[in-house]
C-alpha cells in the first residue's frame, strides 16, 4: 500500500515537470488582446549599476517595463548627445521620468514603471541617482542604425558628465507606475504607496503565471509524497 501511495505521488510529481518543462518554452506569442512587455530590469540582486537588457527593440503599441531592484534607482529620458541629462520638453511633452524608486532587501514588492512605445524613434534614458549613469547606468529603446550612435559611445560620452541631471516634472511623468512605493520627493526620501494603473499583458507576465502555478502544483505533488511516505 506504501508503495503503492508512493509511486503514484512520485508519477504526478513527473508529469508536473514534464508539463512546466513543455509550457516554458512553447508560449512565445502573446495571448489575444493583450500587449506585448519587454521587461528590463533596473540593477539586480547584487546590485550592479546596470540596465538589462540595456539596448530594447520594441514596436509600437508595445510596453517597456522597468523593474526597480534595491537600493535605489530612477529612469529619466535623455537624448544621445547630452547624456546623463533629462530630455528637454518638445512642445510643452517632457521626457519620461519615473521618479526615485527606493527598495530595501526587505520588500516584498518592486515598482515597475510601464513606457509604452509610440514610434519607432530611439529614447535614451539613464539613471537619475547619484553617478550611476556615470557608472554605465544607462540604455536605449530602439537604437538608431547610425554605427556612431551606439549605448557604448553614449555611456563613454556619460563617463565624462560631472553630475547628472534630475527632471524637474513629477515622477510618473511620460508612464505609469505599479506595485512597490513612490516617493513624493526627488531624494527618494519620502515615498507614498503607489497608485495601480492598467498596463498591458504580454508573454513575459505569462510566463511569470505559469511558473507560480508551477510552483503551486508542485508543492501540492511533494505534499502528496511526503503522505505517501508517512503511511
Known amino acids: ?3 503503492s501511495l508512493l509511486a503514484a505521488a512520485a508519477a504526478t510529481l513527473l508529469g ?3 508539463a512546466q518543462s513543455g509550457t ?5 506569442a502573446a495571448p489575444s488582446g493583450s500587449v506585448k512587455a519587454h521587461v528590463v530590469m533596473a540593477s539586480n540582486i547584487n546590485g550592479s549599476l546596470t540596465f538589462s537588457p540595456e539596448t530594447i527593440t520594441a ?3 508595445e510596453l517597456v517595463q522597468f523593474h526597480f531592484y534595491p537600493r535605489n534607482h530612477s529612469l529619466a529620458q535623455s537624448t544621445f548627445d547630452n547624456p546623463c541629462q533629462p530630455m528637454p520638453q518638445t512642445n510643452g511633452t517632457a521626457g519620461f521620468w519615473s521618479g526615485f ?14 513606457v509604452v512605445v509610440k ?7 539613464y539613471c537619475a541617482t547619484g553617478k550611476h549613469c556615470q557608472a554605465g547606468m544607462a540604455g536605449v529603446i530602439n537604437p538608431p542604425a547610425n554605427p556612431a550612435r ?3 559611445a553614449y555611456k563613454a560620452a556619460a563617463a565624462l558628465v560631472a553630475q547628472a541631471g534630475v527632471p524637474n516634472t513629477a515622477g510618473g511623468t511620460g508612464g505609469s507606475t505599479t506595485g512597490g512605493s513612490t516617493p513624493t ?3 527618494g526620501a519620502s515615498p507614498t504607496n503607489g497608485s495601480a494603473s492598467a498596463s498591458g499583458t504580454g508573454a513575459n507576465a505569462a510566463n511569470g503565471l505559469v511558473v507560480s502555478y508551477w510552483y503551486s502544483a508542485m508543492g501540492m505533488a511533494v505534499g502528496a509524497l511526503v503522505v505517501a511516505v508517512a503511511f
Open 1 to 3: 500500500m506504501r508503495f
Open 16 to 18: 508536473l515537470t514534464t
Open 24 to 28: 516554458a518554452t512553447s508560449s512565445a
Open 59 to 61: 514596436a509600437v503599441g
Open 101 to 114: 524608486m527606493p527598495v530595501t532587501s526587505e520588500s516584498t514588492t518592486m515598482p515597475v514603471f510601464s
Open 119 to 125: 514610434d519607432t524613434a530611439p529614447m535614451w534614458f
Open 150 to 152: 551606439t549605448i557604448e
Open 185 to 187: 520627493t526627488g531624494d
